[in-house]
Structure formats: structure tokens, C-alpha cells
């Protein structure tokens, strides 16, 4: 990551201050020190019978004491404390001792003593403030903020000789590329833009899943653009102080327009951008509120012709404050998705620009394995890939290393220490290859990439590996019913096998269960219930998790009831049909159980010499209930 532009390097002036102060104070501290060693007490009569003696140089008569100097080889200083001694000059007179008197300005004395150490302390305090208040400014990024500056925005200033990021580091996202070169353009020939009265809209919002490139995309447009950069993080405006993050709003606004053209970006905009009210504790007005009423604002007070661009992302829009998206302020949202397999063609190859990659590696193979991927995840793959192949020292990055990393991201870390017992392992095997059967006995399902029955992540006994061979984006009825049975294929297959059921289709049954009921209250798939949607989807959050809202104040006992009983015949019949598959290919079964536990893993080579695929198209499937099934034994 580039540096920030200020405070870059630590000048003389930023040291000249630090200095002074500690000569002042060694010479105040130091200076008695090195005098007491010098200076000797003597009583009266000794310091009288000394000066008689002509053992001193020089006799200076204070109000309160005699100081008498000694020169030579040895310097030293001798005090005594005056007496009432009428006779003091006379005997001093009668020596050779040259003597002086002293005279002290009392009131000068006693404001040098009580001022100066409150105005050296005070010129202590106003140098260390200001340092502090250097180290946490804007532009500075320093680790401790000064109290000076805690109103100042804590904004990372990125000049245009620093970024940089342009758009050939960012792959993935041509849409949202040709949407930022109107940015660009802006920028560098404002006049182009605004010939004809427009202007280009006050705010742009990137909106996207996590990883998907959204703040290297906004550094990308700075660099582009060869304009400074500011960036802040949307949490970093909010204080334990009320009022800081409305004044870090304006002063932010206030420096982006001294230095436009400009790029002001605020990330993870949704931790100051949440919908008002929502936050708020006995209905009181919090800061976050005051904070983003600034900001609403600053968005209406600045002219974006004076060449400003406000860019923000967020991976939760749903949660912010539809004062900030209406036209006027961020009335421009580009979505940045996750890639396609053309898109993730592209950025592996960034990533494998400096990796050393063995050349027949295919990239559109380990893409097509990656469905889903965003631009992080596929970083976060190839950095893996090559840390197996360092573990293993591999001179080059081989595909079994990605598959590896594959394995190591979507199931977890291999458990071997995890020892299973005899019955365990076969039950374990069977279950696996239930999935796998059903799945390539079924028509539309993703092919079997690998079986393994080494125990995975934190519950994982076994996996099945299912590889899409194309992104989709639509599933039929038909692919649901399939999907359902392939997850039931391990119940089944333990079912057939041992005549009794165990825990390990705990995962499997939980997922039948969401999809079973996604099919029957919000795709309409079931005839009986109609095309109604029976769940109301609130909010979809960019993770694909959705947030739904049953709405069962508004059904009656009947039709809860219908929906429950067309979720259970939906998992009846794919548990049905998979008993069925699995029945019909018991031999397969056994053997290719048996060859998981001899080799605990298996590939597409082994599951094709254990199951050909010319049953896809076989005689529809004579389907009985499990009960059914237990009878007929």
C-alpha cells in the first residue's frame, strides 16, 4: 500500500525543539550538580583565617554570605554565612584579597523565580501538544492522535505521485470500469463535462459483497486520474466525544475542496450511513446521527464543478439512510459483483503475474472450479496454492496445489489426527458415496470433482466435492428435486447398506430442509398452495444470505399446515428417489466404498471406472419409502 504523502520524512525543524528543551533542562538540572563538587562550607573564623592568609583570589560580600574563589590547578569555590561583624572590611582591607560587594534586585529575583519555571513548563506543554497534534492529523496515518487534533479528520492523503493502482490492476469488473472513466474524464478535462450546463453527480456509491474490489477499484480512479486521493473509513468519523465527527465532516470537506481536483473516498460508508432512528437509546439524538446530518449537509453545500468526487462503498445497502441516496448526493450506485468465469479468467491471471506457475496449468479450468469466487477469495487461492507448493518443495505451482487449496478453503483443514473407528469409517465411506452415485446417476447435477473420508473442518467426517461446470443463474424445479435427493443421498446410502440411521446427515437434512422450503414459500412450486409467495424477503444482503420474514399473522392454521406437510413430501419424495438410485446400483455402492477406504479419496478417473454414466437416461425409477424399503428386506 502507498505511503501517505505527509510527514514523510522528520525534518531538522521537527527535531530543533526536542533539543532546546533538553539543554535548558540539563543545564538548570546539571549546572548545581557539577558546582556542589566545587564549592566547600567553612565556618567564619576558618573563612577569615584563610583570606588573612592570602589563600584567596577574590572575597564577594553578599547580603546573607561570603563567597571566596581559589584558582590554580584546582579550582574551588568557599561560602561561609555572614555575621554581624562591624570589623568585616577592616580585616578584609588589611589583607591582599581584592573584596566586592553585591547588591540582588529583590523584586526581579522573585519574578524570574516564580515565572520562568511556569513558562518553561508552559512552552513544554504547547511544543508536545503540537507534536501530538501533527501525529494525528490529517494526512499524518501517526498511531497515537493528539488531543489537539482530535476534531481533525483522520483522512490517509494520497498525493497523485503516490497512487499508483490503475485499471490494469483491477480485473473483473469491466461494467464497473466504464462507468468510473466518466470520473476520469471529469477530472482531468472538466470543461468537456460541463460545455453543455451538466456536472457529474455529487456522489457515487460502489456497492458490492465483500472482496470484490471496491476500495482497490476507487484507488484505481484515483491513479487514473492523477489526482490526490483522500481516504476514511466510515467508523473512523464516529468518537466517544459528541460533536468530533461533525467536525472531522467539515474539515474533511474543507480540505478536499483547497486541494481539488480531488478524490474524497469513504469506505465501509453503512458504519456512518445507517438509517436514523435506529440507534438511537431512549430516544435520544446520538452522535452517529449528528455525524451524518453533516455529512447530508456538506453533500448539499459543495459544488461538484469545483472538481471534488465523493466515492463511498458499502456491502450493506439496505441499512443506510435514504436521505444519502437520494438524487443530489449519492444518486449514482454502481454494483460491483462477483466475477463470472471470464472475470475470474482475468484476475488469476493478475495474480499469477508474479507466481511462479507450471505452464500447463489451465486457467480456465481452476476458474470454472471457482464459482462464487470474488476478486479476495481468488488472491486468497493463489497465495494457498502457493504455500502448498512451497510446503512440498515444489519448484513451480502445480494444479493438484490448487485443488488442494480448494479442498483447504471450502472444507477446512484436513483433521488426520482425528482417528475414526472401524465401523465409523465404513459408515462414513457408504454415506460419501451416496452423494456421489445420486449425483451422477441424476441428469443437471454438478459433476463429482472428489470423495474424500478424511475428516475436515471442525464436524466434517467426509466431503463430496461437486464441481458447476458453468455459472448459473436460474434453477428449474426439476434441479431443486435433484439437488434434494443428491443431499439425501448419504442418509439413504447408510439406510440401504446398514439398516439403521446415524448423526452424519445432521448438515445434509438441514440444508434439504431450507431449500425444500425456499421451493414451496417463495418460488411457488407447489401447485396445491398456488403462485403465492408465503415468505416475504425483507432484505437480501450482498452475501447471498437472505433476511425473510415469515408472514404467519397473515395465514391461517391451514395453510401453515400445507405449507409444513409440502415440505415434508418434497424431502420424502428426493429421500425416496435417492433410495431408489441407490438400490438399483447397490454393487456400485459397495465397491466404490471400498475403494474409498483403501484409498480415502477418490478423483473423476476412479468414479468413472466405478459407475459409467450411461444410466443419465435409464428407465424412470420405481420410488418406495423408506419404511417400505425396511419391510421389504
Known amino acids: 500500500m502507498q505511503q501517505p504523502a505527509k510527514n514523510e520524512k522528520t525534518t531538522a525543524s521537527d527535531i530543533f525543539p526536542w533539543v532546546l528543551i533538553a539543554a535548558f533542562w540539563i543545564v538548570i538540572f546539571f549546572t548545581p550538580v557539577f558546582n556542589a563538587a566545587r564549592i566547600e562550607m567553612l565556618p567564619y573564623s576558618t573563612f577569615m583565617s584563610e583570606a588573612g592568609n592570602g589563600r584567596f583570589e577574590e572575597v564577594t560580600i553578599d547580603e546573607h554570605e561570603l563567597v571566596a574563589t581559589k584558582s590554580g590547578d584546582n579550582f574551588k569555590i568557599y561560602k561561609t554565612y555572614k555575621v554581624d561583624d562591624p570589623d568585616l572590611v577592616k580585616r578584609l582591607s588589611a589583607t591582599k584579597v581584592k573584596f566586592t560587594g553585591v547588591r540582588h534586585d529583590k523584586f526581579w529575583n522573585s519574578v524570574f523565580s516564580l515565572v520562568l519555571p511556569p513558562l518553561v513548563f508552559i512552552c513544554f506543554w504547547v511544543i508536545l501538544m503540537n507534536r501530538m497534534a501533527g501525529q494525528g492529523g490529517a494526512g499524518a496515518g501517526g498511531m497515537m492522535p493528539g488531543l489537539m487534533s482530535i476534531e481533525k479528520n483522520k483522512a490517509k492523503v494520497y498525493m497523485e505521485d503516490k497512487v499508483k493502482t490503475t485499471f490494469q490492476d483491477v480485473e473483473g469488473?469491466?461494467?464497473?470500469?466504464?462507468?468510473?472513466?466518466?470520473?476520469?474524464?471529469?477530472?482531468?478535462?472538466?470543461?468537456?463535462?460541463?460545455?453543455?450546463?451538466?456536472?457529474?453527480?455529487?456522489?457515487?456509491?460502489?456497492?458490492?459483497?465483500?472482496?470484490?474490489?471496491?476500495?482497490?477499484?476507487?484507488?484505481?480512479?484515483?491513479?487514473?486520474?492523477?489526482?490526490?486521493?483522500?481516504?476514511?473509513?466510515?467508523?473512523?468519523?464516529?468518537?466517544?466525544?459528541?460533536?468530533?465527527?461533525?467536525?472531522?465532516?467539515?474539515?474533511?470537506?474543507?480540505?478536499?475542496?483547497?486541494?481539488?481536483?480531488c478524490i474524497v473516498f469513504i469506505d465501509e460508508l453503512d458504519a456512518l450511513g445507517r438509517a436514523r432512528g435506529l440507534n438511537s437509546m431512549m430516544g435520544g439524538h446520538d452522535e452517529k446521527e449528528q455525524t451524518l446530518n453533516q455529512l447530508l449537509v456538506e453533500m448539499d453545500g459543495f459544488d461538484p464543478r469545483q472538481g471534488v468526487v465523493l466515492l463511498a462503498a458499502t456491502n450493506r445497502p439496505e441499512i443506510l439512510d435514504q436521505a444519502l441516496l437520494r438524487a443530489g448526493r449519492f444518486d449514482r450506485h454502481i454494483l460491483v459483483d462477483r466475477p463470472d468465469k471470464l472475470g475470474r479468467i482475468q484476475i488469476l491471471n493478475v495474480h499469477f503475474k508474479d507466481k511462479k506457475i507450471d505452464p500447463s496449468i489451465k486457467v480456465e479450468e481452476i476458474a470454472a472450479m471457482t464459482p462464487g469466487f470474488t476478486g479476495a477469495d481468488l488472491a486468497n487461492l493463489v497465495n494457498e496454492a502457493v504455500i502448498v507448493a512451497t510446503r512440498s518443495e515444489a519448484q513451480t505451482v502445480k494444479e493438484e496445489d490448487f485443488t488442494q487449496a480448494i479442498e483447504r478453503i471450502t472444507g477446512g483443514l484436513e483433521k488426520k489426527s482425528r482417528i475414526l473407528s472401524v465401523k465409523e469409517r465404513n459408515v462414513v465411506a457408504h454415506h460419501e458415496m451416496g452423494h456421489a452415485l445420486v449425483a451422477m446417476a441424476l441428469p443437471g447435477t454438478d459433476p463429482v470433482q472428489k470423495i474424500s473420508i478424511i475428516p475436515r473442518g471442525i464436524g466434517a467426517l467426509g466431503y463430496t466435492m461437486q464441481r458447476p461446470t458453468e455459472d448459473r443463474y436460474l434453477v428449474s424445479k426439476e434441479d431443486l428435486e435433484n439437488k434434494l435427493a443428491v443431499l439425501l443421498g448419504g442418509r439413504a446410502a447408510e439406510l440401504i447398506t446398514f439398516q439403521e440411521l446415524s448423526t452424519g446427515a445432521c448438515d445434509d437434512l438441514s440444508k434439504a430442509t431450507d431449500i425444500a422450503t425456499s421451493m414451496v414459500t417463495r418460488y411457488g412450486m407447489v401447485e396445491s398452495l398456488g403462485p403465492v409467495a408465503y415468505d416475504v424477503e425483507s432484505s437480501m444482503f450482498l452475501d447471498n444470505t437472505p433476511s425473510r420474514t415469515h408472514r404467519t399473522n397473515n395465514l391461517s392454521e391451514e395453510t401453515l399446515k400445507e405449507i409444513d406437510a409440502s415440505i415434508r413430501q418434497l424431502i420424502q419424495n428426493a429421500e425416496q428417489k435417492?433410495?431408489?438410485?441407490?438400490?438399483?446400483?447397490?454393487?456400485?455402492?459397495?465397491?466404490?466404498?471400498?475403494?474409498?477406504?483403501?484409498?480415502?479419496?477418490?478423483?473423476?478417473?476412479?468414479?468413472?471406472?466405478?459407475?459409467?454414466?450411461?444410466?443419465?437416461?435409464?428407465?424412470?425409477?420405481?420410488?418406495?419409502?423408506?419404511?417400505?424399503?425396511?419391510?421389504?428386506?
Open 578 to 633: 435417492a433410495i431408489a438410485i441407490l438400490s438399483k446400483y447397490k454393487a456400485n455402492l459397495c465397491r466404490g466404498a471400498e475403494m474409498l477406504l483403501e484409498k480415502e479419496a477418490l478423483n473423476q478417473r476412479d468414479l468413472a471406472s466405478i459407475f459409467p454414466g450411461e444410466t443419465k437416461k435409464s428407465a424412470p425409477l420405481k420410488l418406495v419409502s423408506p419404511d417400505e424399503y425396511m419391510k421389504a428386506q
Open 173 to 261: 469488473v469491466d461494467e464497473a470500469k466504464e462507468e468510473l472513466k466518466e470520473v476520469i474524464g471529469f477530472l482531468k478535462h472538466p470543461e468537456s463535462f460541463t460545455r453543455l450546463g451538466g456536472h457529474l453527480p455529487k456522489g457515487i456509491l460502489l456497492v458490492g459483497p465483500p472482496g470484490t474490489g471496491k476500495t482497490l477499484l476507487a484507488r484505481a480512479v484515483a491513479g487514473e486520474a492523477s489526482v490526490p486521493f483522500f481516504s476514511m473509513s466510515g467508523s473512523e468519523f464516529v468518537e466517544m466525544f459528541v460533536g468530533v465527527g461533525a467536525a472531522r465532516v467539515r474539515d474533511l470537506f474543507a480540505q478536499a475542496q483547497k486541494n481539488a481536483p
